[in-house]
Each structure stands twice: as C-alpha cells, then as structure tokens.
C-alpha cells in the first residue's frame, strides 16, 4: 500500500480529510496503541473517532485508489453519525467489527446486509467485512455461502478478488468430509483462475498473488502435482513480470514476500537469493531482506550462508518479529546437527516474547515456543 497506492497523486486532494497515521505495531512505543486497537491482520485500516477514541471504519488487506476514496467517504460518514435506517445498522456492525468483536458483529452485518442494496457504496465493504468476521470465527460453511450469493453483484468489480479469495480458503478449511466442500473448491478455484487471468480487473499485484497462492494450495490438497506446478509456474512468471516493470526500488521490494512464496512453491527457492540481495543493498537498515535470505539459504541447506544472514538481521530487527528471527535461527542450528545452540536460541526466543508488552505479546506464539522447546528436550 505504502509503496504502490499512497504514493499515488490521486489521493492528494484527501490530504486535508483526516489526521493521518501511520503505525510500526512491531515497536514498543506503539504497543498501547496495539493493545488498544488490535490488529488481526495487516494492512488494517481504521478511521478513528478522535472524541470517543473508537474506530468507526475498518478495512483489512489492501485497496485500490477507487476503494480508498470509497472509503475516505464513508468514514467521514461514520465519523460525523447522524445515520438512519441501513447505515445506522452498519454503523452497529462496523463498531463490533472495529473492536474485534467478531462473533457479534457476523449478525450484525447480516442485519445491516439486508437494508443495504447492492448497488450502495457500502454493501461490497460490509461483505467483506462480514468474511473476515466469519473466517476468524471458523464459520467456513457461512462463509462460501455468502461468498457465493454476493459474487454475481460484485463480479466486475476490485471486490471480486476478495470474494473468490474468502470463497476458495474457506471450502478448503472445511472438513474434508463437509457436504458440499468439493463442489465450493472447484466453484471458487474456477472464479479465482478468471479473476488472476482478466488484467483488466484493476488488482493490487498482492492481491492477485493471494489468489494464485489459494489455487496452489487448492491443486496440493487434491494431490495434484501437475497442476500445482502449472499454478506456481503462472505465480512466479505473473510476479517477474510485474518486477521486471518497475523502476523503484521500494515498489521492487514490496512484492519480495509474494515473490518468495511463488519460488518456493515453484520449488525454485534459490531464484529469491539475487532479489533479496539486492533489496538488502537497497535497504541496509530493514531487517526483512537478510532475515528471509536466512530463511532461503536454510531451506537450500547451506547453513553457514544462513547464519551469516541471520546475525545482520538480528543486528537490525525489533519488536514481535525478532522471535520470528530466533526460530529461523534455532531451524539452522537444528540442520546443522547443533541440537544444544538450538535449543539455546529457542530458549532466548521464548524469553523475549514472554517480555513483550501487552499489545505485542502473543500467548499462541509463547504456547507455541513451549512445545518446541519440550519436543527438543530428549535431544542429543
């Protein structure tokens, strides 16, 4: 969003909208504001009532210009209150949703759903919305049928992505067994292939590499090698592409996360180590190229490379992510046969997420450590 929307010159006439911020959540000085504004999944977008200090609006994942400009409206909407009918519903909605407050926002929306027509502004950002809200929920059987009965209104549209995404993750999340899962999948495996072949359809290259990464998943899940092979194929050549056309240097690295997930399910992993290297040459002081080089050479077995690479990111990283870092860095040791500097690394993992603030500590990742660190414990 930063390096590809934002920067965009349309947006400049919203200058004057909003007080705008922009949050590190992997910075200590910024965990009150995690702890007080949760975010599930990044990037989120709020719009914050300054007098009550609750949000009002918001967005997860990414979002075209037109979206953001729908947006801008609709929060200066919600902001200034005064709704009646339809909006006053999902003003209601938007509230629990703003506040993670997912499994009462779901009938909320739905409430909110069936005052707003398809054709109002709000109706594709409170499905989406409603989505996320039954994903986190685990409701996946809820989720492909909203999926699917609001994709025919939103066909032609940036929200479509979205729709197909949500639809496809959600049938492969159901139990293997669920009435109704195979038939989802291939439904939304053939809406998502439309969607990443029409170029027209305005898609952030994020958002189109999502879809890609759900159609490999789907043909791994159906045991089908030859055709997640054709799918990650299309995946890194649809992503070289777009790189191959830019000229900055920040955009370049925006896509190195997609890109490196496109090579690894190519089974190509080792194509990452010159993009990476170069956005570490382009970056010096941002921990994220050599900590996914540590990753790559890890992967490839060449454990000294690995190392190396992590001590520059542990040089530079902070916050949540530097246990992320440590467990990386623990894997490389575990390759290398040094099971006691393993479980050393997991150990000094494990103490620092335990000392993180509140708003940045994560009891999944803590519990998560644990159990590694009970698992090394009969290691040689």
């Known amino acids: 969003m930063r390096a590809f929307v934002f920067t965009d010159k349309a947006l400049a006439k919203h200058a004057g909208q909003f007080v705008w911020l922009s949050i590190d959540t992997e910075k200590s000085a910024n965990a009150a504001f995690s702890r007080k504004y949760p975010i599930r999944a990044w990037p989120s977008m709020y719009v914050i009532d300054p ?214 399910a190519a089974d190509e992993i080792e194509k990452a180590i010159p993009m990476l290297e170069q956005s570490e040459k382009d970056f010096p002081k941002d921990y994220n190229p050599p900590a996914r080089l540590a990753f790559v050479y890890l992967k490839l077995k060449k454990y000294d490379e690995a190392l190396a690479a992590s001590d ?9 992510r530097r246990v992320r870092v440590l467990e990386v860095r623990a894997d490389i040791y575990a390759g290398r046969g040094d099971a006691a500097a393993a479980r050393k690394t997991l150990q000094e993992a494990l103490a620092f997420a335990e000392q993180l603030p509140a708003g940045q500590r994560s009891d999944s990742q803590v519990a998560s450590l644990r159990k590694k660190l009970d698992a090394s414990a009969g290691s040689p």
């Open 51 to 264: 007098e009550k200090e609750t949000i009002v609006l918001r967005w997860v994942g990414g979002a075209t210009v037109p979206q953001l400009e729908k947006l801008f409206a609709q929060g200066e909407r919600a902001a200034h209150g005064g709704r009646k009918g339809s909006e006053e519903a999902l003003a209601k909605a938007d509230a629990l949703y703003g506040a993670g407050q997912y499994a009462e926002a779901i009938p909320a929306y739905r409430a909110a759903l069936k005052l707003t027509p398809a054709v109002a502004p709000e109706y594709a950002r409170a499905v989406e919305a409603l989505l996320f809200s039954l994903q986190v929920e685990n409701q996946y059987a809820d989720c492909v049928a909203l999926a699917r009965g609001a994709s025919p209104k939103l066909r032609l549209s940036p929200s479509a992505a979205t729709l197909a995404a949500s639809g496809l993750d959600c049938a492969l999340s159901m139990p293997q067994d669920a009435p109704g899962r195979a038939g989802a999948i291939s439904e939304f495996e053939a809406q998502a292939k439309t969607i990443v072949a029409n170029m027209r359809l305005p898609l952030a290259a994020d958002d189109r590499s999502a879809l890609y990464g759900l159609l490999f998943d789907a043909r791994e899940q159906a045991n089908d090698q030859a055709g997640a092979k054709a799918i990650s194929q299309q995946w890194v050549a649809y992503l070289d592409g777009v790189a191959a056309g830019l000229q900055d240097p920040e955009q370049r690295t925006a896509l190195d996360p997609n890109r490196l997930s496109a090579f690894q």
């Open 312 to 320: 520059r990111a542990l040089g530079l990283v902070y916050g949540p």
